[in-house]
T-cell receptor
Framework: AQSVTQLDSQVPVFEEAPVELRCNYS??????LFWYVQYPNQGLQLLLK??????LVESINGFEAEFNKSQTSFHLRKPSVHISDTAEYFC??????????FGDGTTLTVKP | DAMVIQNPRYQVTQFGKPVTLSCSQT?????MYWYQQKSSQAPKLLFH???????NEADTPDNFQSRRPNTSFCFLDIRSPGLGDAAMYLC????????????FGPGTRLTVT
């Protein structure tokens, strides 16, 4: 069985400040790791993924996440956030064919 | 652009009145999923199709059914909606070789009155 824990349900931050959204996972097998973003009344959009190789992965809009196997973590970071980054962020793991397990989400609110 | 489409985006139904939500995809993906997402919660997998093979989650209520008449379309039928079934319903797809990468539609928000 696998599980995902997002350690912060809400993260308020001022515009242009750095942010970290924390994600820990547990699994008895190797996993693939993902961050999705969900804007109000929208579906989930894949933000970035770790499948193998370099433990640091980046998205096109400035987010990055680092896979830490020893700490079973996959934290999401951005050095300078914008108002438009306000959204719900979900961390997910996939190990078994056809199934992903999602965390409960972190609401990122960027204030002017 | 290849995509996952859900219709309608917003659906209102009455308590106990059957309702059908639809999903279509132009990605030609083998796998299609239905998730239920309640406010401020993680998406919960209801079932998925691997081609025509139907896979039901153990805790999915019998009230929820699904049909996949062809590769492109998948339907979610709620036979007797209760107030607790009000939620966002998300359809997603993936290719069998990269099953872990899911592509989501915009969702249908269901209201039960």
């Amino acid at each position: 069985a696998q599980s995902v824990t997002q350690l912060d349900s809400q993260v308020p931050v001022f515009e242009e400040a750095p942010v970290e959204l924390r994600c820990n996972y547990s699994s008895s097998v190797s996993v693939y790791l993902f961050w999705y973003v969900q804007y109000p009344n929208q579906g989930l959009q894949l933000l970035l993924k770790y499948l193998s190789g370099s433990t640091l992965v980046e998205s096109i809009n400035g987010f990055e996440a680092e896979f830490n196997k020893s700490q079973t973590s996959f934290h999401l970071r951005k050095p300078s956030v914008h108002i438009s980054d306000t959204a719900e962020y979900f961390c997910a793991v996939a190990a078994n064919a056809g199934k992903s397990t999602f965390g409960d989400g972190t609401t990122l609110t960027v204030k002017p | 652009d290849a995509m996952v489409i859900q219709n309608p985006r917003y659906q209102v139904t009455q308590f106990g009145k059957p309702v059908t939500l639809s999903c279509s995809q132009t990605l030609n993906h083998n796998v299609m999923y239905w998730y239920q997402q309640k406010s401020s919660q993680a998406p919960k997998l209801l079932f998925h199709y691997y081609d025509k093979d139907f896979n039901n989650e153990a805790d999915t209520p019998d009230n929820f059914q699904s049909r996949r008449p062809n590769t492109s379309f998948c339907f979610l039928d709620i036979r007797s909606p209760g107030l607790g079934d009000a939620a966002m319903y998300l359809c997603a797809t993936s290719h069998r070789d990269t099953y872990y990468e899911q592509y989501f539609g915009p969702g249908t928000r269901l209201t039960v009155t």
